[in-house]
């Protein structure tokens, strides 16, 4: 018998295909664009294994945050690189309340109020070690590095920090961080949690940019094994009873089966980091001609947000925009 179906019908028109298409393209709401931020003044220096991606000293940040906001940037994550001889074995630099960062926070708001400023709470940026948490003997130290965070938490609070997100992968470390945000009275800070973040050969390229790999190791005994999906359900539970406002699963492109799972499973919003592998993977291809780098930014984009992803961390940010742009004229 012949199939009463021709699922081709749907697809034999522009029109058609608009009218049943089934979500979307995340529109830039949905984005968060991560940038590198460095002390100094005119610097951009450029990013090798990312192309497009600068480490800016704050004169041309802040310059560049109004060109980003006319393309209809909303949100931007920030990662400072810190001078090598500010870096230690304490990370005493994260809790400088004087530092770079709570700095930097302060002109952005002053500048750009209207701009949600996400910042990474981990300790590789300030570490001697290239380590999220404190070592010691070559371990690294759970309760000790929570409460570190919990400090910086408040003073990325105290700053201007919209959202802090812990992506250090410490156990218990949003329950500690929530309480110390609200005994400093800063309720209204939002903590997006790095819920599920594999240990990743994805992240490469973002390590180069603020020179914070381990110096000795790897991540492994706190970030997740790529072969558990089930963990993450886990992860996302506890960050849940913890008070995270927002799940993040990270990577974004191989672990889309755990975006749409702690979408399906949680009540909170999800969040999926498109990392600095992934982007580089897409630049360099396209920088050989291998594959139309702005075809498959949208393909990626809206295939993450498909699998679940309400917001996305994503260093196509500002390209996005311009295809965005194009595509709706
Ligand atoms: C710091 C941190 C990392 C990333 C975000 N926050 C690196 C790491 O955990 O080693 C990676 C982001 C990217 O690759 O784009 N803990």
Sequence with gaps: M????????????????????????????????????????QKMDPILAMPGQFRYSMDIFLKKLTDWKKLGIKNIALFPKIDENLKNSESSEALNENGFLPKALQQIKERHPEIAIFTDLAL????SDGHDGLVANGKILNDETVAVLAEMAVIHARNGA????????????????????????????????????????????????????????????????????KEALKE????????????????????????????????????AYNVSGEYAMVKASAEKGWIDGKKAILEILTSIHRAGADMIF????????????????
């Design 314 to 329: 994503t260093y196509h940010a500002p390209e996005y925009a311009e295809i965005m742009q194009k595509e709706l004229k």
């Design 162 to 229: 919209d959202f802090v997100c812990p992506s250090d992968m410490m156990d218990g470390r949003v329950k500690k961080i929530r309480e110390a945000l609200e005994q400093s009275r800063y309720i209204d800070t939002g903590i997006v949690s790095y819920s599920a973040k594999y240990a990743s050969s994805f992240y490469g390229p973002f390590r180069e940019a603020l020179d914070s790999a381990p110096r000795a190791g790897d991540k492994k005994t706190y970030q997740m094994d790529f072969r558990n999906q």
């Design 236 to 271: 996302a539970k506890l960050d849940f009873l913890e008070g995270a406002d927002v799940l993040m699963v990270k990577p974004a492109l191989s672990y889309l089966d755990v975006i749409s799972k702690v979408k399906e499973k949680s009540i909170l919003p999800v969040a």
């Design 124 to 127: 590789d940026p300030f570490s």
């Design 2 to 41: 012949k199939s009463l179906h021709r699922p081709r019908r749907l697809r034999s028109t522009t029109n058609i295909r608009e009218l049943s298409h089934e979500i979307s393209y995340p529109g830039m709401e949905r984005l968060i664009y991560p940038c590198f931020i460095q002390s100094g003044s």
